[in-house]
T-cell receptor, first 114, second 114 residues
């Protein structure tokens, strides 16, 4: 069965420090992978996605993610975190014959300290 | 601008009353979804629809109902049978064109039972 695991429920980083949020997935076929960000009381905003090609994908707000098939991982990174990056981050897999089954991780809450 | 519009943003309901949350999209997407999110929790799928006049139950459909009379609209009714309806509700949509679709979200609706 398809699943997405975000091992870290909560992460705290200092402003200006680097960030890596972990995501592991379980899916038999080629995965379609996504990262979303959610500010309190808001909807989910797409940060980036991987469908094929270069395994390092660039997204909005200075984020990037690397797909590693051998590790079934799609970790999100940012070289220097800003206070405005404090939010909830969700990893997701798109699956199914019509590509309309989406599986979400439980999210990682990011706190940024000055 | 293209997007997904949810209304109202905040809604209060007395126990025993039904309430309907609106979701409209102008992205020309065939598939639409409703998710429930409890504080500090991940997303749980309530209902989804891949075509007009057809929809399927998700993981937590009990106490909810939907309709899909138009491609652009996918309203969710929270019925009095829903035991604990206070939550944040997210509507989403995606294209249906084989593999590799992206799901997009509205800004969400807060429902509080008083």
């Amino acid at each position: 069965a398809q699943s997405v695991t975000q091992p870290d429920i909560h992460i705290t980083v200092s402003e200006g420090a680097s960030l890596e949020l972990r995501c592991n997935y379980s899916y038999g076929a080629t995965p379609y992978l996504f990262w979303y960000v959610q500010s309190p009381g808001q909807g989910l905003q797409l940060l980036l996605k991987y469908f094929s090609g270069d395994t390092l994908v660039q997204g909005i707000k200075g984020f990037e993610a690397e797909f590693k098939r051998s590790q079934s991982s799609f970790n999100l990174r940012k070289p220097s975190v800003h206070w405005s990056d404090a939010a909830e981050y969700f990893c997701a897999v798109g699956a199914g014959n019509t590509g309309n089954q989406f599986y979400f991780g439980t999210g990682t809450s990011l706190t940024v300290i000055p | 601008d293209g997007g997904i519009t949810q209304s109202p943003k905040y809604l209060f309901r007395k126990e025993g009353q039904n309430v309907t949350l609106s979701c409209e999209q102008n992205l020309n997407h065939d598939a639409m979804y409703w998710y429930r999110q409890d504080p500090g929790q991940g997303l749980r799928l309530i209902y989804y629809s891949q075509i007009v006049n057809d929809f399927q139950k998700g993981d937590i459909a009990e106490g909810y109902s939907v309709s899909r009379e138009k491609k652009e609209s996918f309203p969710l009714t929270v019925t009095s049978a829903q035991k604990n309806p206070t939550a944040f509700y997210l509507c989403a949509s995606s294209a249906v064109r084989g593999a590799g679709n992206t799901i997009y979200f509205g800004e969400g609706s807060w429902l509080t039972v008083v």
